[in-house]
């Protein structure tokens, strides 16, 4: 039996079963774990397809696990996530253990709009299984790049509440604030807006320096604000991408 080829699904295999803890964190009320397993999964998910290039092994398995794996991770996920902060906000991300009868009817109700998530991210999957158009590029926010932005906000409840004299956690944990994310995130997975991809055919600067600027731009923002950045970090891919797609068009 050929072992070199079962490498990278073990990889994508790893992804998944960091969904799987991520949840069981969630329902635990320990999103800040959650994130952490979250942030393995996606360096896992980056490296799966890396290695299966690498050892020249891709095939229609590994596509369709790695899908399977992603449909978990960076979308059950993020919907428990946005669930949990809406039914037990300021207090969730601490790892209290709240009562199930301290969550209104109205706010339990409320909090299922979280699993738009879930249901747009197999969607976005499933356009990108079969559209030709994604093979260099994407058509829509990636998944990963979705689960990164909502498991970013209990790190930042936890790690960094204050910015400037501002109580982000005032923000972050507001229920208008969390189901106008989730609406505008699940239109984003799946609307026709074209995204670069952050994959290198080479390391010529003409060719990949809206690749290079946004990396660059990144890594500052990291350095200089921590989890805060990280979605700023997002949103500067989704600008970048739209204003890349205005300069493409002009060229022509």
């Not at 969630?26 to 952490?36: G, R, S």
């Not at 989730?182 to 026709?192: G, I, K, N, R, W």
């Not at 970090?233 to 991408?241: A, G, M, P, Q, T």
Request: net charge neutral.
């Amino acid at each position: 039996m050929n072992i070199k080829k079962h490498i990278p699904n073990a990889i994508t295999s790893g992804n998944l079963v960091c969904g799987c803890f991520a949840i069981v964190s969630a329902m635990h009320n320990n999103l800040v774990l959650t994130a952490y397993f979250v942030g393995i999964a996606l360096i896992l998910d980056y490296f799966d397809g890396f290695v299966a290039r690498l050892l020249k092994v891709g095939g229609e398995l590994g596509k369709q696990l790695d899908s399977l794996a992603d449909v978990v991770t960076f979308g059950v996920v993020p919907g428990m996530v946005i669930f949990q902060m809406i039914r037990y906000p300021h207090v969730i991300w601490v790892g209290n253990v709240v009562p199930e009868t301290a969550v209104s009817t109205t706010v339990y109700f409320i909090s299922l709009i979280a699993f738009l998530i879930p249901v747009f991210s197999a969607m976005r999957l499933a356009i990108f299984n079969i559209d030709t158009r994604q093979t260099s590029s994407f058509i829509g926010v990636p998944t990963p790049a979705n689960a990164m932005l909502i498991c970013s906000l209990p790190l930042i409840g936890v790690y960094q509440p204050d910015l400037f004299g501002c109580n982000l956690n005032n923000i972050i944990y507001d229920i208008y604030f969390l189901v106008g994310l989730t609406l505008v995130m699940s239109y984003l997975l799946v609307a026709e807006l074209p995204l670069f991809a952050l994959k290198f055919k080479n390391f010529k600067w003409a060719e990949n320096k809206i690749r290079f600027v946004f990396l660059i731009i990144s890594l500052v923002l990291l350095i200089l604000f921590h989890f805060i950045a990280i979605p700023i970090i997002i949103f500067l891919y989704i600008l970048l991408s739209i204003i890349n797609n205005i300069t493409n068009k002009n060229e022509i």
